[in-house]
């Protein structure tokens, strides 16, 4: 049966009152919110059948600061009707709707809460969309969602072209501005997400199954991947390479997994996961973890390995992060992580990595650690070069919100110290991301998407933005951004030149490339600093670097800085090797 259940929606208000879409005669609204857990509303199934999406108004008889949101599944042993995935809304007058939660509920019939900012309404919308369990309209099949920031809107989609299931997969974003997804349940399979058509298309077969893997795009613009135990057999998932052009994966017999493994207790199922992998000048790759033990891979021919030394006094950093914010020096900040995958505490380490010439060793320095603790964080490169580290546990276990770390903390490389933020509400953790947007804020969502857990209540189907300080005037206001009124040409080969104007005077510039963060790492994003070669008035002249190791082929995203450090909205711009 189709229907869906409400009780104990919100705290009881004296005199509030619930406006429901459809209801079975015995079940209507009220008993949604007549605090008897005997009792409860759902929506009609006889004669006829309601169909999804259902919803229901609160009206809470005047404005009340609002921060979450309860339900209480029904309670008489029967799981038809569990709301599945939700939204919630609130409005000042029935009639302006804000979203602030869109997340999914585990399939029982325990207390569920939604957390979400405080905001000031009197309306609460609730509207079910799907029903728990998957008893409803969810499958197997990989589901994507995009996010229109102009909008505010979620577009779903149900990916059955490919056959592939995407689950835990390695992602890397090719020169063309295309998204190779490879493995994951599916552990052999490539998918290539196309935005230009936008369109899912298959790709070639992997010689090796793998799930868990990472893969970076090259210099050359091929992608490389290694490990990946967690699907498709254990052990033994050495390096291979795809040409984007022939759509053909090749072993790289050079290339073993195992210089690059940690001592996880677990095994070669978690060893090999989730690589620290930098594409590199001349074709090489740089692994710089989670293993301790660091290592340069060659690609050309059968390839090769070689070793880079270990990554100063740190352990094994699995489920760490890793970010090349100064490409042109080669400069990589690494931060947190465990020595196992999980049921161990995570550290606050912080490491500055510094590469120079392939299969060299590069310079390691033990930084100041971070504030918290963070296992399953993400970390973003900004504009201005600082890095957003957010979300994350103390003592990493999947699947679970215990430990969370609420705070996000900002590295600054120019003085090489933390300053703690604003917490976010929302706990983000494993299978957690956070990309950076083209008008210099990050987005930050997910985590959880555990089927069967006792608790659903770390499943995280939503998201945030944080708007990073350089946006604000001291008084809060919002700043005044530059704007970039022309770039010529949006497409340049390395070492080419870019003419920018701008409405104001610029200091600086970055580019930072698109990024595909899944499992805490973020292979393809890495920040270019530019200074202007010559500038007349708000034209300025920006040189490309010449070198496609450090300037990737593929999309980036053009920033504008004032003296104030105020960034501009991004213009993309391709990249090409020629």
């Known amino acids: 049966m189709w229907y869906f259940v409400f009780m104990t929606i919100i705290g009881l208000v004296s005199g509030v009152s619930i406006t429901v879409d459809s209801f079975q005669v015995g079940n209507e609204g009220a008993k949604a919110i007549d605090d008897n ?9 006889s004669p006829s059948l309601a169909a999804l999406p259902h919803s229901a108004v609160i009206d809470l008889t005047q404005s009340q600061l609002l921060n979450g949101f309860s339900y209480l ?15 919630i809304e609130l409005s000042p007058d029935n009639s302006t709707w804000t979203l602030v939660a869109n997340d999914t509920f585990i399939d029982d019939d325990s207390p569920k809460q ?22 409803g309209s969810w499958t197997r099949n990989t589901y994507t969602a995009t996010y229109d920031p102009a909008t505010g809107l979620v577009t779903e989609r149900n990916v059955v072209a490919t056959d592939h299931d995407m689950f835990c997969p390695g992602m890397s974003i090719d020169a063309n501005g295309r998204a190779v997804v490879t493995g994951g349940d599916d552990a052999s399979k490539t998918t290539i997400y196309d935005p230009s058509s936008d369109s899912w298309i298959i790709g070639a077969t992997m010689q090796i199954s793998r799930g868990y893997q990472a893969s970076t795009t090259l210099s050359d613009a091929r992608i490389f991947t290694i490990g990946g135990s967690w699907s498709g057999g254990r052990g033994g998932k050495n390096g291979e390479i795809y040409n984007a052009t022939s759509n053909a994966w090749s072993l790289l017999s050079g290339c073993p997994v195992a210089p690059m493994l940690t001592a996880d207790s677990a095994g070669i199922f978690r060893q090999d996961n989730h690589g620290w992998l930098f594409g590199w000048k001349s074709g090489s790759v740089f692994q710089a973890g989670p293993s301790k033990a660091m290592n340069w891979y060659g690609t050309s021919g059968s390839g090769s390995q070689t070793s880079a030394g270990l990554r100063g006094s740190d352990g094994d950093s699995m489920n760490g992060n890793a970010v090349m914010y100064d490409a042109v020096n080669g400069k990589i900040f690494t931060a947190g992580g465990a020595v196992d995958y999980q049921d161990v505490n995570a550290t606050s380490n912080v490491h500055l990595i510094t590469l120079g010439t392939p299969n060299t060793t590069p310079t390691v320095q033990t930084l100041t650690s971070m504030n918290y603790q963070r296992a399953f964080a993400n970390a973003v490169v900004l504009p201005n070069g600082k890095i957003f580290i957010t979300g994350g546990q103390v003592h990493a276990v999947p699947f679970t919100d215990a430990t969370s770390i609420l705070t996000p903390e900002l590295w600054d490389p120019a003085t090489q110290t933390f300053t ?30 555990c089927g069967d857990c006792p608790t659903g209540e770390a499943n995280h189907a939503d998201a945030q933005i944080y708007s990073p300080a350089y946006l604000f005037n001291s008084d809060g206001t919002a700043a005044t951004r530059p704007t970039l009124t022309s770039v010529s040409p949006t497409t340049a080969a390395v070492g080419g030149q870019i003419t920018v104007v701008a409405d104001s005077t610029i200091s600086n510039f970055s580019l930072i490339r698109f990024g595909s963060a899944t499992h805490t790492v973020d292979t393809d994003q890495r920040r270019i600093a530019l200074t202007p070669t010559t500038a007349s008035g708000t034209t300025y002249a920006l040189t490309i670097p010449s070198d496609s190791g450090v300037a990737l082929p593929g999309y980036w995203m053009l920033f504008a800085l004032n003296s104030a450090g105020v960034p501009s909205l991004a213009t993309t711009i391709k990249i090409t090797i020629s």
């Open 37 to 45: 857990t005997t009792t409860f509303w759902h929506t009609e199934y």
């Open 73 to 87: 599944p029904r309670q008489d042993g029967k799981k038809n009707g569990n709301i599945g995935q939700y939204t």
């Open 114 to 135: 939604s957390g979400f900012a405080n905001t000031q309404a009197r309306y609460v919308r609730v509207t079910a969309h799907t029903e728990a369990g998957n008893r």
């Open 420 to 449: 703690v933020l604003p917490a976010h509400t929302v706990p983000r953790n494993y299978h957690s991301i956070a990309l950076l947007m083209l008008d210099g804020r990050v987005f930050t969502g997910g985590g959880g998407l």
